[in-house]
Structures are given as C-alpha cells and as structure tokens.
C-alpha cells in the first residue's frame, strides 16, 4: 500500500519538464501521518487509478492557468490527514478567481459531485473531469480564493478514507 504523499511525488516527477518549461517552482508540504490505504499499483498502471487521473486532469489546469497568468510561479502541493479524510491542498500564487466564476464553479464543481455527471473528455473542463475522478474514490473537489502566505488560489481534494480507498 502507498499513501496520497507518494503518488503526488510520482505525479510530479512525471510533470518536472513541463514545471520546468513554464518557469513553475512546485513545492511540497506533506503531511507524514497520511495513511499507506491506496493499492502499490506499478507505474505502468497508474495512469488508471483515479487519484492519478485527477492530479494529471488539475495539472493541464495550472498550465492554462500558468498561459494566462505569468505572475503565478510557485505551485504547492500539500497534504492533510485529519480523522476520516485525506485532503491535498493545491495552490499557487496567482492571480485571484473573480468571485462570480469561482462561484459559478464551485457550484458545477457540486452538481459533479452529486450527480457524477459527464463531462467533455477533452480540451477546457480538466476540474470538472477531476472532480468526476475523485467522486469515485467518494471524494470532493472544490476551488477558493485567500490569502494565505504567498498562496492566492487553492484546489482542495478530500477523499474520506473508507472502502473506496481500501
């Protein structure tokens, strides 16, 4: 069994050239207590599992996000474990969401959620995508704006630890 931590590290080192490229520094801040509760699947095959899928679909995300905001530099990943959930916390320091468009996706970020939705499996829509990955783990997506150190704009993921990740 691995934890969140390491797959997040594999996931990295697989975007280290496309960081790189764009002039991202990626830092992180792990949470050591995290549990070892998802299956040691081989690398060839994590491209399957959903946590993976998710962390690839959020990457394509901060690249646009990167393309249209050249203040945002530093990217952080970071990892709770709090009783029942396991939280990654990616944020970075760009500019702010309006306030109107978070809301607006934070609520379809909801209905996702809710009622796993289809979404294009293509181009714009990687959050959405995300969010339809992780509610198979039974897990949460959702996007805030705050000020938190250098930290602007944070995606939080919280995945309940339970059958779905056993």
Do not use: C
């Amino acid at each position: 069994m691995i934890s969140i931590n390491e797959i997040i590290e594999f996931h990295l080192q697989r975007r280290s050239l496309v960081h790189s490229d764009w002039g991202i520094r990626v830092v992180t801040d792990f949470d050591p207590q995290m549990p070892k509760i998802h299956p040691d699947i081989s690398k060839e095959m994590l491209d399957s599992y959903p946590l993976f899928g998710m962390l690839r679909e959020l990457s394509g995300e901060q690249t646009d996000t990167r393309a249209r905001d050249e203040s945002m530099t530093v990217l952080r990943y970071s990892t709770l474990f709090d009783g029942n959930l396991q939280y990654i916390t990616i944020d970075h320091n760009g500019k702010l969401i309006p306030v109107e468009t978070l809301d607006e996706l934070n609520r379809q970020l909801r209905e996702i959620h809710k009622n796993r939705e289809t979404v294009n499996p293509r181009g714009r829509g990687g959050n959405k995508r995300a969010a339809i990955k992780i509610s198979e783990l039974g897990g949460r997506i959702y996007l805030e704006n705050y000020q938190a150190g250098d930290y602007h704009v944070g995606t939080t993921i919280e995945i309940p630890v339970g059958e779905h990740t056993l």
